[in-house]
C-alpha cells in the first residue's frame, strides 16, 4: 500500500481529535526531559508534562535525538 502522506496526516488528526485525554500539539519540540515518573516537553511555546509522551515530530526528530533513541537506516533501490 502506498498512502499519500497528506491524506494520511489529515486522518489520523481527525482520528486523534476525538481521542479523550490526547493533547495533540502541531509544533515540533524543542526540548525533552525525562523524569522517573513522567516526561516533560517543550514545544509550540508551551511546556507538557506527561506520565507517556509520544513524540511524532518528524523524520530527524529533535525529541528522539535528546532522548538518545537508536534508529536504523536504509535505502531502498527504486527511484519515484
Known amino acids: 500500500?502506498?498512502?499519500?502522506?497528506?491524506?494520511?496526516?489529515?486522518?489520523?488528526?481527525?482520528?486523534?481529535?476525538?481521542?479523550?485525554?490526547?493533547?495533540?500539539v502541531p509544533s515540533p519540540g524543542q526540548?525533552?526531559?525525562?523524569?522517573?515518573?513522567?516526561?516533560?516537553?517543550?514545544?509550540?511555546?508551551?511546556?507538557?508534562?506527561?506520565?507517556v509522551v509520544v513524540a511524532a515530530d518528524r523524520r530527524n526528530s529533535v525529541l528522539r535525538d535528546q532522548a538518545a533513541i537508536p534508529v536504523r537506516q536504509w535505502s531502498y533501490p527504486q527511484t519515484a
Open 1 to 24: 500500500w502506498n498512502i499519500e502522506n497528506a491524506t494520511l496526516v489529515r486522518r489520523l488528526g481527525e482520528v486523534a481529535a476525538q481521542c479523550p485525554g490526547l493533547t495533540l
Open 31 to 51: 526540548r525533552f526531559d525525562a523524569g522517573e515518573a513522567d516526561a516533560c516537553v517543550s514545544c509550540g511555546g508551551q511546556t507538557l508534562r506527561a506520565p
